[in-house]
């Protein structure tokens, strides 16, 4: 019998553990006027997330649109991993429906591991072809979580050395305040040295003295200590 949303309910709700949910709570963030505020875990940590991911990857799409509206966080992340397998075996007609489904549900991608687990093997894969303006509106958004899914979608291009979005991405979130930004940013710069490191110090030869302190430390994280002293003391 094909699984469906309530089988992984089921399964989910078997497998929780009180003491690893106390400390997502923590981890995550998710006291009032925190990122994570009011989200709950069951205390499921990600290899078997990983493992229940392969158990019911015969679960449909729609079920697992049902599984990514719940109010669990380990729930929602398996089902973005079914998600990801869905999209990786599907053709053209399944690819384009598991993305627009996946934008329409950015409410509920809502946490970091959530985006950076799914935006780079959804969004940037389905845009690689296509016209990719979705990203810039997705980095023009109010919401933290659709910025991040705009600039971790990069990392699917950075991946074959084209580098184009996630510089401009890069300009333009510059002056991003919140954290989780900064650090997505850095990190998908740094991304881009590791294949090419001159375009990544072109990039922060112009940008580095306006750039948050947290978003340089993640871009520059690779570099040999003298560099990092110099970049950091605005001495480049």
Do not use: C
Request: aromatic share 10%; no cysteine.
């Amino acid at each position: 019998m094909q699984p469906d949303a309530t089988a992984i309910r089921a399964r989910l709700l078997s497998l929780g553990n009180e003491a690893i949910a106390a400390h997502s709570l923590r981890f995550f963030k998710t006291e009032p006027g925190e990122y994570g505020a009011g989200d709950r875990f069951l205390g499921i940590r990600m290899p078997t997330l990983r493992k229940l991911a392969s158990e019911f990857r015969g679960v449909s799409l729609s079920e697992t649109l049902l599984s990514l509206k719940s109010p669990y966080h380990e729930e929602r992340m398996l089902a973005l991993l079914l998600l990801v397998t869905l999209y990786q075996k599907g053709g053209p007609e399944q690819k384009q429906a598991i993305y627009e489904a996946y934008l329409a549900n950015t409410r509920l991608i809502n946490n970091w591991d959530l985006v950076d687990g799914s935006a780079r093997f959804i969004v940037g894969p389905y845009l690689e072809d296509k016209d990719r303006s979705q990203l810039y509106t997705l980095a023009a958004s109010p919401d933290l979580w659709e910025r991040r899914i705009a600039v971790l979608a990069t990392y699917h291009y950075i991946t074959r050395h084209d580098f184009t979005d996630i510089l401009q991405l890069a300009e333009i979130l510059l002056q991003d305040s919140e954290d989780l930004i900064q650090k997505a940013v850095g990190w998908m710069l740094r991304e881009v040295g590791n294949r090419d490191k001159r375009t990544e110090e072109d990039f922060l030869l112009k940008h580095y003295r306006a750039m948050p302190r947290t978003m340089l430390r993640y871009a520059i994280e690779k570099f040999p200590k003298e560099e990092r002293k110099q970049y950091l003391q605005g001495m480049r």
